[in-house]
């Protein structure tokens, strides 16, 4: 019996709730808030996320869908003129800029079916917002502008989803904008992100034109009626448009026989083939990633977005449909323990802290239920740190509203507080357990800024928002630097940091001065070195004695950002309580090189024999014996300096692609490809992250604010001799060291 049947027999509880519904504005509202209070099966809960480039129409989307499925009563947009903004933009900072700066969680209720979304940013410089986002999600949408198409996030995006295995769907938005292409986007779709796509459904007329979609697999055309679309009216397709609907039906046909092999052998055998066997078809193929089903809309003129919601029903999966695993630390190898995802506390509970936020309450954790169930009052045990915390309130968010709940399973996202903890935790509820689930990836820093409260009374409030933001976001890392003797703010991008200064100011009332950027350099081998280092001292007493022999080399050129280390003795030489010493000696020593001061970078130390004494020798001194090692390979290695590479993507109109070309030209950029469309050009090169500071002025003048770029991490590469001579003399007056070789230099004359 539904809550309208309820309401219309029994008059006492309807004059009751009549004071409330003010507050719920409408009956449909009310009627869906009840339901969530339900205990859904498996099949009934869907967990997704919204994902693309920057300005697509993510938010606008999904406000959409929390409208439709009756979660908010009235529609915001992201830069309206109510000042209200978008309900998933919560931050003042979000609405005033027009972007989201955090990834917002909130479920809602659609044909029975309980959908979590997450609502991520665009921008390159929050994108650990959308790696641990997609970490803890079992399906996507993938939003494709029809003017801009694939663009260089949504190929970033797009490695998200792979790293994590995430099945998704396309959607085409923003039909109704000057220039709108499906048919191209789709071509992009599968020529640059390689996708296995085709349309499930085409869109009646572009531009201004455009009035609704046809759904290929009905064979019908679907018109969005009422003030908001919410009345959706099926007709028959327009005359024009019934050739065009069944070829696209048919090619739809033939990429799914490609990669189902239950549709290929009805397809071979010239069987009648229903729509039921298609849409099965769509499922299995999308759920193991070798299917992309692209549908059409535009999110802004409400239409597509109903059709969208019933797509993801359909072919995404539900938590039971994803395979979920952990592994077993009490195993002497890394064994695989795969989870059960059945909604009942017949397993026991495992979840993994994604995201940390600090609310009014304290410290917000957002979960992921993978195994079991939790109630309030459980105690709960992080397999990291083997803490153990009783949960004091269990809440699920929509946007930065919390909703009080007793109890979640496996397969919900949720969040509790009060909990002290790091992004990428693994909590279990039996301290036996010793499961820990795959951690978030976490891509390096790249730029630097120095740092400094404006007032020297705020360095309070300065050292408080610091810690909190640098628990909140793994990518941004504040030290000091004793040399230049200032604080150093690190992040992914000169947006990241601004906005975190502004944070500062707004909300820990302290206004910040942020010096000039600093990028991220790094030095590298350029062959291997060898080594054998003798650490010999004597005091009285015990000693210190120890003796390495190895070699240092180079890693290849794709994995020139990581440090390894190899322990490749044999016999008893080197004592194995001893390497960890060698390993730690090594890494303190990559922290700082020796003629620029960047962090060491791509190189592997690997420790092949070495000596100890029976009584001198300890942990310390091959920790001592890995330093003296290393100031060998500084001296008689060669060395070479790396900068980071980013790859830039520039949209601006077509008569001023020359000037554009020649200003990324004088950038040293390198230039990959070129794309004009429609009086506007696309250009995609690899430039130097120190070149491109200052950029955004110059292209905005040059094009007369029609202009626009991203840009995004792409590799480290050596950077110029000229650069490096710059830097090594610049490090070399910030030591004191210059004095020291013109000295040297004197002496040697003499």
Request: charged fraction near 25%.
């Given at each position: 019996m539904s809550i309208v049947t309820v309401l219309k027999h029994n008059t006492n509880l309807s004059t009751l709730l009549s004071v409330h519904l003010s507050t719920y504005k409408n009956l449909r509202f009310l009627a869906s808030h009840f339901k969530y209070a339900e205990h859904k099966p498996l099949e009934k809960i869907r967990n997704i996320g919204i994902s693309a480039h920057i300005d697509s129409g993510k938010t606008t989307l999904t406000e959409r869908v929390l409208f439709y499925t009756g979660r908010i009563d009235k529609m915001h947009e992201v830069k309206g003129k109510d000042n209200v903004g978008a309900t998933m933009d919560s931050m003042e900072l979000e609405r005033q800029r027009g972007i989201t700066i955090q990834s917002a969680a909130t479920y809602t209720l659609w044909k029975d079916h309980n959908i979590n979304i997450i609502d991520t940013p665009g921008h390159v410089d929050f994108t650990v917002e959308v790696e641990r986002a997609l970490r803890v999600l079992d399906g996507a949408v993938l939003i494709l502008c029809a003017v801009g198409g694939v663009q260089s996030q949504t190929m970033t995006v797009n490695r998200q989803m792979k790293r994590y295995n995430i099945p998704c769907l396309a959607f085409i938005n923003k039909l109704d904008r000057m220039g709108a292409n499906h048919k191209r986007v789709l071509t992009q779709l599968r020529g640059k992100l390689l996708h296995n796509a085709a349309f499930i459904q085409l869109p009646i007329g572009l531009e201004s034109n455009n009035k609704g979609l046809v759904d290929l697999i009905s064979q019908k055309a679907l018109y969005f009626e009422g003030k908001f679309g919410e009345i959706i009216r099926e007709d028959e397709i327009p005359v024009d448009m019934r050739t065009e609907a069944k070829d696209r039906k048919q090619e739809l046909i033939e990429h799914l026989s490609n990669v189902d092999e239950q549709l290929a052998e009805a397809y071979l055998n010239e069987s009648k083939i229903l729509d039921k066997d298609i849409k099965d078809a769509i499922r299995r193929a999308c759920i193991k990633r070798t299917f992309t089903p692209v549908l059409?809309?535009?999110?802004?003129?409400?239409?597509?977005?109903?059709?969208?919601?019933?797509?993801?029903?359909?072919?995404?999966?539900?938590?039971?449909?994803?395979?979920?695993?952990?592994?077993?630390?009490?195993?002497?190898?890394?064994?695989?323990?795969?989870?059960?995802?059945?909604?009942?506390?017949?397993?026991?509970?495992?979840?993994?802290?994604?995201?940390?936020?600090?609310?009014?309450?304290?410290?917000?954790?957002?979960?992921?239920?993978?195994?079991?169930?939790?109630?309030?009052?459980?105690?709960?045990?992080?397999?990291?740190?083997?803490?153990?915390?009783?949960?004091?309130?269990?809440?699920?968010?929509?946007?930065?509203?919390?909703?009080?709940?007793?109890?979640?399973?496996?397969?919900?996202?949720?969040?509790?507080?009060?909990?002290?903890?790091?992004?990428?935790?693994?909590?279990?509820?039996?301290?036996?357990?010793?499961?820990?689930?795959?951690?978030?990836?976490?891509?390096?820093?790249?730029?630097?800024?120095?740092?400094?409260?404006?007032?020297?009374?705020?360095?309070?409030?300065?050292?408080?928002?610091?810690?909190?933001?640098?628990?909140?976001?793994?990518?941004?890392?504040?030290?000091?630097?004793?040399?230049?003797?200032?604080?150093?703010?690190?992040?992914?991008?000169?947006?990241?940091?601004?906005?975190?200064a502004q944070r500062l100011e707004r909300e820990y009332n302290c206004p910040i001065v942020l010096g000039k950027p600093k990028v991220s350099f790094r030095e590298?081998?350029?062959?291997?070195?060898?080594?054998?280092?003798?650490?010999?001292?004597?005091?009285?007493?015990?000693?210190?004695?120890?003796?390495?022999?190895?070699?240092?080399?180079?890693?290849?050129?794709?994995?020139?950002?990581?440090?390894?280390?190899?322990?490749?003795?044999?016999?008893?030489?080197v004592p194995k309580q001893y390497v960890p010493g060698v390993e730690k000696g090594f890494r303190f020593m990559c922290e700082a090189g020796y003629h620029c001061g960047f962090k060491i970078a791509g190189v592997r130390f690997r420790l092949l024999d070495g000596m100890h004494h029976c009584v001198d020798s300890s942990e310390f001194s091959f920790y001592m014996a890995a330093q003296g090692a290393m100031r060998e390979t500084f001296e008689h290695g060669l060395w070479k300096v790396i900068e980071p590479i980013m790859l830039v993507e520039i949209n601006a109109p077509l008569e001023y692609q020359g000037a554009v070309i020649s200003q990324m030209s004088k950038r040293n950029g390198i230039i990959n490809n070129t794309d004009a469309v429609e009086g506007w050009f696309t250009l995609s090169a690899e430039v130097p992250l120190n070149n491109m500071f200052g950029y955004v002025s110059e292209l905005r003048s040059t094009t007369q604010g029609k202009g626009e770029f991203t840009m995004e991490y792409f590799r480290y590469s050596p950077c110029l001799p000229r650069v490096e001579e710059e830097l090594r003399m610049e490090y070399l007056k910030t030591t004191g060291r210059e004095n020291v070789k013109k000295l040297n230099e004197n002496a040697n004359l003499l």
């Open positions: 059409v809309g535009t999110a802004l003129k409400n239409r597509g977005v109903q059709p969208l919601l019933d797509a993801v029903l359909d072919y995404l999966p539900n938590p039971g449909e994803v395979e979920n695993y952990a592994f077993d630390e009490n195993a002497k190898e890394s064994t695989r323990v795969y989870l059960n995802p059945e909604r009942s506390n017949n397993h026991p509970f495992l979840g993994l802290a994604f995201k940390l936020e600090a609310g009014r309450f304290g410290q917000l954790t957002y979960f992921r239920c993978y195994q079991g169930m939790l109630t309030k009052s459980d105690v709960l045990y992080n397999t990291r740190t083997s803490k153990k915390i009783r949960i004091q309130r269990l809440v699920r968010l929509h946007s930065n509203q919390m909703e009080d709940v007793t109890e979640v399973y496996a397969g919900d996202i949720f969040a509790l507080f009060g909990i002290d903890c790091a992004s990428g935790d693994t909590f279990v509820n039996s301290s036996i357990l010793k499961l820990s689930m795959e951690s978030i990836y976490v891509p390096d820093a790249v730029l630097s800024m120095s740092i400094a409260p404006s007032n020297s009374k705020d360095r309070d409030n300065f050292a408080k928002g610091i810690a909190r933001f640098t628990k909140e976001d793994p990518t941004l890392k504040f030290e000091y630097n004793s040399d230049s003797k200032e604080s150093l703010i690190s992040g992914m991008g000169e947006l990241h940091l601004e906005i975190y590298t081998l350029i062959e291997s070195c060898e080594f054998d280092y003798l650490h010999k001292k004597q005091t009285g007493g015990a000693g210190q004695y120890g003796r390495v022999i190895g070699i240092l080399e180079a890693l290849p050129p794709d994995q020139n950002t990581k440090i390894e280390f190899k322990d490749e003795t044999v016999g008893t030489n």
